[in-house]
């Protein structure tokens, strides 16, 4: 009797379920759009103040840094408030500046000389006087509006407590003399003025924005590794 040779059994190669990369990759792109969201909610005007005591001389310092819904920015207008005095702009290279008074106060215009791209950021200089009757606690804004190549927003809107607001109007809290910093009108000499616009050309940085873009950096680099190995591990399966 011919003798039979067995073979063993071959086990049928073990695929790995790619249905889990799916949902991991979907978890790791909603944990990103939850993290750009307040990025992109923390995207206006920003305003820094070389004193924020009332009754002194101070550099206020507007920035922008993205335009409308990504057209590129041709002009800022800024509305000073009436007892918001003594408004001197500062001249900016690349804009034109202009200043209109009125009852209601002072708007400073500056008008780019070619339109800000959404990618770029620029910052203008304002020197005036904070309110002579202001107190420390007292919210001041400077409503912005903010015109671009096409379309326009108007950074005008006061928040409420506990919200914030689409559309913020750029403002500083006014602090009493101790903690303000700046000189008054009355003694604010040239080096003192020098002093001040050289801390307001520091353009200001939000650490809370730039840490929640690592971390949309970050979740993005870990949804592409994790696709990369779901179409992996399929191919090493079959080879077993």
Request: with cysteine; charged share 15%.
């Amino acid at each position: 009797m011919p003798s039979r040779t067995t073979h063993p059994a071959r086990r049928p190669a073990r695929r790995l379920g790619p249905r889990r990369i799916p949902a991991a990759l979907g978890a790791a792109v909603g944990l990103a759009l939850a993290v750009s969201g307040p990025l992109a909610a923390s995207a206006h005007v920003e305003l820094d103040a070389s004193s924020t005591a009332p009754a002194t001389l101070s550099v206020l310092t507007f920035a922008v840094g993205h335009g409308c819904e990504g057209s590129a920015t041709t002009s800022l207008a800024i509305r000073f408030p009436a007892d918001v005095q003594a408004v001197k702009p500062t001249l900016a290279p690349g804009w034109s500046v202009a200043e209109q008074e009125a009852a209601a106060g002072t708007t400073v215009t500056y008008t780019a000389d070619t339109p800000l791209p959404d990618a770029l950021r620029a910052t203008v200089q304002v020197e005036a006087l904070l309110p002579v009757d202001g107190a420390a606690g007292d919210v001041v804004a400077f409503p912005t509006l903010q015109t671009c190549v096409e379309g326009s927003t108007d950074w005008a809107e006061t928040p409420a407590a506990g919200t914030e607001p689409d559309h913020p109007a750029p403002a500083i809290t006014l602090t009493d003399a101790a903690t303000g910093g700046g000189g008054s009108a009355a003694g604010s000499g040239s080096a003192a003025g020098t002093e001040a616009a050289a801390v307001a050309a520091v353009a200001p940085v939000d650490p809370v924005a730039r840490l929640l873009g690592l971390g949309s950096l970050v979740v993005g680099v870990v949804a592409v590794m994790l696709l990369t190995i779901g179409m992996r591990r399929p191919q090493q399966g079959g080879r077993r």
